[in-house]
T-cell receptor
Framework: DAGVIQSPRHEVTEMGQEVTLRCKPISGHDYLFWYRQTMMRGLELLIYFNNNVPIDDSGMPEDRFSAKMPNASFSTLKIQPSEPRDSAVYFC????????????FGPGTRLLVL | AQKITQTQPGMFVQEKEAVTLDCTYDTSDPSYGLFWYKQPSSGEMIFLIYQGSYDQQNATEGRYSLNFQKARKSANLVISASQLGDSAMYFCAMREGRGGTALIFGKGTTLSVSS
């Protein structure tokens, strides 16, 4: 079975540009999470969805960040405009609402904003 | 207050030895789940083991076991017979409630296995 798929794997952009990160969760999973990892702050939640509906977006840094999940097999995280402090690894994870709800992570997108 | 505390920034162990990575947690919710993930230098996050707050027995998955001490709020990861490929960052994480919430991560412990 395919795991969580993220694209691109690496992104280098200039400050002010729009960045779109993409995620395909594991088929059948009904939760999708976006996390960000930095040296300073570690791993932190940005937003998560249940059945395509955003449940908690309290971790989204500011209005420059937005996330959508138009269907069960696709989600995007958009940063517009991007800033150097957005440089980080962005992970997408998915889980199924069973007893454990183990979250399985994608390979991450390493973003560098110059 | 930190919800997940990993006090060991780095640990060193020789091949074939066992190693324990510490994790303490803080929650007032009686229902929660505890997870350990491995992050090798390649960057991916690999799920290792899960322990539920109501589980009576300590979880085991191959060479990984979780030493769950509920009263002390600790969930230490034990890796038996360490291998060079175990060298990585290890994260302890907690999900509060019965489900439907995000993971809260500790800051991680770097494990280095030498031959």
């Amino acid at each position: 079975d395919a795991g969580v798929i993220q694209s691109p794997r690496h992104e280098v952009t200039e400050m002010g540009q729009e960045v779109t990160l993409r995620c395909k969760p594991i088929s059948g999973h009904d939760y999708l999470f976006w996390y960000r990892q930095t040296m300073m702050r570690g791993l932190e939640l940005l937003i998560y969805f249940n059945n395509n509906v955003p449940i908690d977006d309290s971790g989204m840094p500011e209005d420059r960040f937005s996330a959508k999940m138009p269907n069960a097999s696709f989600s995007t995280l958009k940063i517009q405009p991007s800033e150097p402090r957005d440089s980080a690894v962005y992970f997408c994870a998915s889980s199924f609402s069973g007893s454990r709800q183990t979250q399985y992570f994608g390979p991450g997108t390493r973003l560098l904003v110059l | 207050a930190q919800k997940i505390t990993q006090t060991q920034p780095g640990m060193f162990v020789q091949e074939k030895e066992a190693v324990t990575l510490d994790c303490t947690y803080d929650t007032s919710d009686p229902s929660y789940g505890l997870f350990w993930y491995k992050q090798p230098s390649s960057g991916e996050m690999i799920f290792l083991i899960y322990q539920g707050s109501y589980d009576q027995q300590n979880a085991t998955e191959g060479r990984y076991s979780l030493n769950f001490q509920k009263a002390r709020k600790s969930a230490n990861l034990v890796i038996s017979a360490s291998q060079l490929g175990d060298s990585a960052m290890y994260f302890c994480a907690m999900r509060e409630g019965r489900g439907g919430t995000a993971l809260i991560f500790g800051k991680g412990t770097t494990l280095s296995v030498s031959s």
